[in-house]
């Protein structure tokens, strides 16, 4: 019980005080990017969350079992990177076998989670900061859901920002990073959950 | 044509600085320049290393572009990148460790760097070796200028002052590291913490993107004005001409 109450305490940190977009900065380029279309923001994030989940499933042993004991540590950056970008081919792969639609929605979206930061983030985090098999589960898992409920709140925030009448230098990115600044601050306001 | 391919160099490097800076023209990289500006010697590390990751990596790519498939390219080069990114962790690790563990994730992140990657597709493997790597260089002095510049904000504002010797420890003075304090003094303290957290960096970021547009907004008003005033001007004159003519041509009719 007491394992699990830990798992949970660390999902809610990972996700929303340490929000992997707010607060460790990592797919700030999507997040700026995907802008104000909620649809694809969303598809989008729940493309990411699998990414994350399985490749920080897969490269966990990677580093653990293979890695460590052939005494090549060194090369962790350079094997996630191909277990990632593997894993998008694959999940793109089974995406438009069993729901075109889905597929057709992703897009363009999907090669791009190759090079978001926060799936190689995440992993390498985990390894970097040896976390265990659980607590790195937790991170993948509580990052992943940051990340799709911040893209998603966001996109929201910026159909509105779009209409309204904001100074003319302000129109467009830096406004976003105004609200995202905002939105930041309020996040800190959690920090002590879970410490 | 010697001139012309100098010319063209000259161009490579050029535009990367300011012109087309990788990123506050072109908004990319944005990740460590939200998260290492906290502190200015952070930020020109991540500038040189970077520099040195995107030359290394365009050279390499501009020399391979022949042989690498097409449909391969995008993962060909994250590989290249991903060795150089690897060559750079070490060599940081080894000789500079406290830079090595502030950058933290953030090196290795270098990996799925956009701006890495963009020039790769958008330049190197279009363009010869020297232009390569004068593009490259631009770029990454262009980066460096733009971390340097929030960073610069950043520390100034969240801890009221400038600290060296923290991360690269040859510049200490007599062992110690050196603080100037510029928003401090005895007594008071005009520092504001906030920018020293997250918040912070993407006020910072906003305010300076803003500034930018404020910029180039009056410079296109003013050009606007400019053209609007020099096509007043032309048709006022078409008008006198147009107004003259019968006239000049009565006095013209005049002297027969």
Redesign the interface.
Known sequence: MAYFVAFLLALVSYSLIDNVL????????SF?GVGNKVKSAVSMGIAVVFVIVFSALICYPIYHFILVPADLK?????VY??VI?SLVQIVGLFIKKYSPALYKSLGIYL?LI????A???VV??NT?TSLSFAMSMANALGTSLGYLLMIFVFACIRTRLDTYNT????????????T???M??AM?GLTGIGA | MDQLKRSQHHESFVTGIIKENPLFVAVLGTCPALAITKSFEAAIGMGILFTFVLVCSNVLISALRKIIPEEVETPAYIVVVATFVTVVKMVCEAFVPALYTSLGVFLSLLVVNCIVLGRAEAFANKNGVVDSLLDGLGNGIGYTLALIVISLVREILGTGMLTFGNIFPFLKINGEVVALPILKGAGWDFSISLFAKPAGGFIVFGVIMAILAAMKNSKKDKEAAAKRAAAYAAAQKAREAALAAPIAAKTEGGVH
């Not at chain 1, 190759?114 to 930061?117: D, G, L, P, R, V």
């Open positions: 707010l607060s460790r900065f990592y797919g700030i380029c700026i060194f090369l962790d950056t350079v990177i191909l970008a090669p190759t090079t978001n930061c799936v190689l983030g390498q985090e970097d100074p003319r230098a302000f129109k467009g990115i830096p406004i976003a990073l105004i995202a600044a905002i930041a601050m800190t």
